[in-house]
Antibody, heavy 116, light 110 residues
Framework: QVQLVQSGVEVKKPGASVKVSCKAS????????IHWVRQAPGQGLEWMGV????????TYAQKFQGRVTVTRDTSTNTVYMELSGLGSEDTAVYHC?????????WGLGTLVTVSS | QAGLTQPPSVSKALRQTATLTCTGN????????AAWLQQHQGHPPKLLSY???NRPSGISERFSASRSGNTASLTITGLQPEDEADYYC???????????FGGGTKLTVL
Protein backbone atom coordinates (compact mmCIF):
# COMPACT_ATOMS: atom_id res chain seq x y z
CA GLN A 1 0.00 0.00 0.00
CA VAL A 2 1.10 3.55 -0.66
CA GLN A 3 2.80 5.17 2.32
CA LEU A 4 4.51 8.48 2.87
CA VAL A 5 6.47 8.39 6.12
CA GLN A 6 7.73 11.72 7.40
CA SER A 7 10.47 12.61 9.85
CA GLY A 8 9.76 13.63 13.43
CA VAL A 9 9.00 16.79 15.33
CA GLU A 10 11.44 19.67 14.98
CA VAL A 11 12.03 22.64 17.27
CA LYS A 12 14.09 25.45 15.80
CA LYS A 13 15.22 28.92 16.77
CA PRO A 14 14.38 31.97 14.65
CA GLY A 15 16.73 32.33 11.71
CA ALA A 16 17.59 28.64 11.59
CA SER A 17 16.79 26.13 8.84
CA VAL A 18 14.83 22.90 8.98
CA LYS A 19 14.95 19.87 6.70
CA VAL A 20 11.98 17.50 6.68
CA SER A 21 12.03 14.13 4.96
CA CYS A 22 9.27 12.10 3.30
CA LYS A 23 9.98 8.45 2.48
CA ALA A 24 7.71 6.89 -0.12
CA SER A 25 6.83 3.22 -0.47
CA UNK A 26 4.24 1.01 -2.10
CA UNK A 27 4.52 2.48 -5.61
CA UNK A 28 7.07 3.45 -8.26
CA UNK A 29 8.69 6.52 -6.74
CA UNK A 30 9.63 8.21 -10.00
CA UNK A 31 6.14 8.01 -11.49
CA UNK A 32 4.43 10.58 -9.24
CA UNK A 33 5.19 14.15 -8.24
CA ILE A 34 5.51 14.95 -4.53
CA HIS A 35 4.12 18.20 -3.12
CA TRP A 36 4.73 19.98 0.17
CA VAL A 37 1.79 21.61 1.94
CA ARG A 38 1.85 23.25 5.34
CA GLN A 39 -0.82 24.07 7.88
CA ALA A 40 -0.30 26.63 10.62
CA PRO A 41 -2.16 26.03 13.91
CA GLY A 42 -5.88 26.52 13.37
CA GLN A 43 -5.34 27.61 9.78
CA GLY A 44 -5.93 26.19 6.29
CA LEU A 45 -3.71 24.41 3.83
CA GLU A 46 -0.89 26.29 2.11
CA TRP A 47 0.97 24.92 -0.90
CA MET A 48 4.74 25.31 -0.84
CA GLY A 49 6.12 23.49 -3.83
CA VAL A 50 6.46 20.31 -5.86
CA UNK A 51 9.19 18.04 -7.16
CA UNK A 52 9.26 15.61 -10.04
CA UNK A 53 11.19 12.67 -8.55
CA UNK A 54 12.08 11.43 -12.01
CA UNK A 55 14.15 14.37 -13.17
CA UNK A 56 14.35 16.39 -9.97
CA UNK A 57 12.65 19.45 -11.46
CA UNK A 58 10.91 21.70 -8.94
CA THR A 59 8.31 24.46 -8.80
CA TYR A 60 7.88 26.62 -5.73
CA ALA A 61 5.14 28.93 -4.52
CA GLN A 62 6.10 32.54 -5.06
CA LYS A 63 5.81 33.18 -1.32
CA PHE A 64 8.60 30.71 -0.55
CA GLN A 65 10.92 31.39 -3.50
CA GLY A 66 14.48 31.71 -2.28
CA ARG A 67 13.69 30.17 1.09
CA VAL A 68 12.57 26.63 0.24
CA THR A 69 14.48 23.84 -1.45
CA VAL A 70 12.96 20.47 -2.31
CA THR A 71 15.24 17.61 -3.31
CA ARG A 72 14.97 13.87 -3.75
CA ASP A 73 17.10 10.77 -3.36
CA THR A 74 16.00 8.06 -5.77
CA SER A 75 18.19 5.46 -4.05
CA THR A 76 16.06 5.70 -0.91
CA ASN A 77 12.76 6.93 -2.41
CA THR A 78 12.92 9.97 -0.17
CA VAL A 79 11.99 13.60 -0.77
CA TYR A 80 13.38 16.41 1.37
CA MET A 81 12.03 19.90 2.04
CA GLU A 82 14.40 22.45 3.51
CA LEU A 83 13.10 25.82 4.70
CA SER A 84 15.56 28.51 5.73
CA GLY A 85 15.30 31.81 7.59
CA LEU A 86 12.66 30.45 9.95
CA GLY A 87 10.38 32.83 11.80
CA SER A 88 7.55 32.28 14.26
CA GLU A 89 5.12 32.39 11.34
CA ASP A 90 6.68 29.19 10.01
CA THR A 91 5.39 27.20 12.99
CA ALA A 92 3.17 24.65 11.29
CA VAL A 93 2.60 21.03 10.38
CA TYR A 94 4.38 20.24 7.12
CA HIS A 95 2.85 17.52 4.93
CA CYS A 96 4.15 15.79 1.86
CA UNK A 97 1.54 14.53 -0.59
CA UNK A 98 1.65 12.41 -3.73
CA UNK A 99 0.04 13.75 -6.87
CA UNK A 100 -1.82 11.61 -9.37
CA UNK A 101 -3.79 14.46 -10.92
CA UNK A 102 -4.82 15.39 -7.40
CA UNK A 103 -3.16 14.98 -4.01
CA UNK A 104 -4.22 11.43 -3.29
CA UNK A 105 -1.91 10.23 -0.52
CA TRP A 106 -0.63 12.36 2.34
CA GLY A 107 2.02 11.93 4.97
CA LEU A 108 0.95 12.30 8.59
CA GLY A 109 2.79 15.59 8.83
CA THR A 110 5.83 16.92 10.66
CA LEU A 111 5.33 19.57 13.32
CA VAL A 112 7.92 22.32 13.11
CA THR A 113 7.93 24.77 15.99
CA VAL A 114 9.96 27.95 15.76
CA SER A 115 10.64 29.51 19.12
CA SER A 116 13.43 31.39 20.83
CA GLN B 1 -1.19 34.26 -4.22
CA ALA B 2 -4.90 34.02 -4.90
CA GLY B 3 -6.67 30.98 -3.58
CA LEU B 4 -10.12 29.50 -3.94
CA THR B 5 -13.13 30.85 -2.04
CA GLN B 6 -15.11 28.67 0.36
CA PRO B 7 -17.67 29.64 3.02
CA PRO B 8 -16.02 29.36 6.46
CA SER B 9 -18.78 27.24 7.99
CA VAL B 10 -21.88 25.23 7.20
CA SER B 11 -24.24 23.62 9.71
CA LYS B 12 -26.78 20.94 8.88
CA ALA B 13 -28.87 18.47 10.81
CA LEU B 14 -28.16 14.76 11.06
CA ARG B 15 -29.33 12.78 8.01
CA GLN B 16 -29.82 15.97 6.00
CA THR B 17 -27.87 17.04 2.88
CA ALA B 18 -25.05 19.59 2.86
CA THR B 19 -23.68 21.29 -0.23
CA LEU B 20 -20.31 22.99 0.05
CA THR B 21 -19.11 25.42 -2.60
CA CYS B 22 -15.73 26.49 -3.93
CA THR B 23 -15.25 29.39 -6.32
CA GLY B 24 -12.15 29.90 -8.42
CA ASN B 25 -11.51 31.17 -11.93
CA UNK B 26 -10.89 29.95 -15.45
CA UNK B 27 -7.24 29.17 -14.66
CA UNK B 28 -7.99 26.68 -11.89
CA UNK B 29 -11.48 25.32 -11.13
CA UNK B 30 -12.79 26.33 -14.54
CA UNK B 31 -9.85 24.66 -16.27
CA UNK B 32 -8.98 21.32 -14.66
CA UNK B 33 -11.78 21.11 -12.13
CA ALA B 34 -11.39 20.77 -8.39
CA ALA B 35 -10.55 18.09 -5.89
CA TRP B 36 -12.11 17.87 -2.44
CA LEU B 37 -10.35 16.91 0.76
CA GLN B 38 -11.74 16.06 4.19
CA GLN B 39 -9.72 16.73 7.32
CA HIS B 40 -10.56 15.67 10.82
CA GLN B 41 -8.84 17.42 13.70
CA GLY B 42 -5.33 16.12 14.20
CA HIS B 43 -5.29 14.07 11.00
CA PRO B 44 -3.91 14.68 7.52
CA PRO B 45 -6.31 15.58 4.70
CA LYS B 46 -8.07 12.71 2.91
CA LEU B 47 -8.99 12.85 -0.76
CA LEU B 48 -12.75 12.58 -1.34
CA SER B 49 -13.05 13.35 -5.02
CA TYR B 50 -10.94 14.52 -7.94
CA UNK B 51 -11.49 15.99 -11.40
CA UNK B 52 -14.92 17.09 -10.21
CA UNK B 53 -16.67 13.77 -9.49
CA ASN B 54 -14.28 10.86 -9.41
CA ARG B 55 -14.13 9.12 -6.05
CA PRO B 56 -11.09 7.17 -4.87
CA SER B 57 -11.87 3.63 -3.85
CA GLY B 58 -13.31 3.38 -0.38
CA ILE B 59 -15.01 6.77 -0.43
CA SER B 60 -18.73 6.61 0.27
CA GLU B 61 -21.23 7.33 -2.48
CA ARG B 62 -22.76 9.85 -0.07
CA PHE B 63 -20.04 12.21 -1.29
CA SER B 64 -20.52 13.59 -4.78
CA ALA B 65 -18.90 16.52 -6.53
CA SER B 66 -19.78 18.67 -9.51
CA ARG B 67 -18.71 21.81 -11.29
CA SER B 68 -20.48 24.65 -13.02
CA GLY B 69 -18.16 27.10 -14.68
CA ASN B 70 -15.67 28.34 -12.12
CA THR B 71 -17.56 26.97 -9.11
CA ALA B 72 -17.17 23.47 -7.73
CA SER B 73 -19.55 21.85 -5.27
CA LEU B 74 -19.41 18.92 -2.88
CA THR B 75 -22.70 17.39 -1.82
CA ILE B 76 -22.87 15.13 1.21
CA THR B 77 -26.13 13.23 1.63
CA GLY B 78 -27.44 11.49 4.74
CA LEU B 79 -25.15 13.43 7.07
CA GLN B 80 -23.52 11.36 9.80
CA PRO B 81 -21.70 12.52 12.94
CA GLU B 82 -18.38 11.42 11.43
CA ASP B 83 -18.89 13.83 8.54
CA GLU B 84 -18.20 16.70 10.92
CA ALA B 85 -14.82 17.93 9.69
CA ASP B 86 -13.04 20.61 7.69
CA TYR B 87 -13.44 20.38 3.91
CA TYR B 88 -10.98 21.89 1.45
CA CYS B 89 -11.17 22.28 -2.29
CA UNK B 90 -7.99 22.35 -4.34
CA UNK B 91 -6.89 22.79 -7.93
CA UNK B 92 -3.83 23.41 -10.07
CA UNK B 93 -3.70 27.00 -11.27
CA UNK B 94 -2.21 27.09 -14.76
CA UNK B 95 -1.64 30.84 -14.63
CA UNK B 96 0.20 30.82 -11.30
CA UNK B 97 1.84 27.41 -11.91
CA UNK B 98 0.84 26.66 -8.37
CA UNK B 99 -1.50 24.41 -6.47
CA UNK B 100 -4.22 26.49 -4.81
CA PHE B 101 -6.53 25.66 -1.93
CA GLY B 102 -9.71 27.11 -0.58
CA GLY B 103 -9.68 28.43 2.94
CA GLY B 104 -11.74 25.47 4.10
CA THR B 105 -15.32 24.99 5.28
CA LYS B 106 -16.02 23.69 8.76
CA LEU B 107 -19.03 21.39 8.55
CA THR B 108 -21.02 20.98 11.74
CA VAL B 109 -23.57 18.17 11.95
CA LEU B 110 -26.29 19.14 14.42
Amino acid sequence: QVQLVQSGVEVKKPGASVKVSCKASGYTFTNYFIHWVRQAPGQGLEWMGVINPSGGGTTYAQKFQGRVTVTRDTSTNTVYMELSGLGSEDTAVYHCARESGSLDYWGLGTLVTVSS
Amino acid sequence: QAGLTQPPSVSKALRQTATLTCTGNSNNVGDQGAAWLQQHQGHPPKLLSYRNNNRPSGISERFSASRSGNTASLTITGLQPEDEADYYCSAWDSSLSAWVFGGGTKLTVL
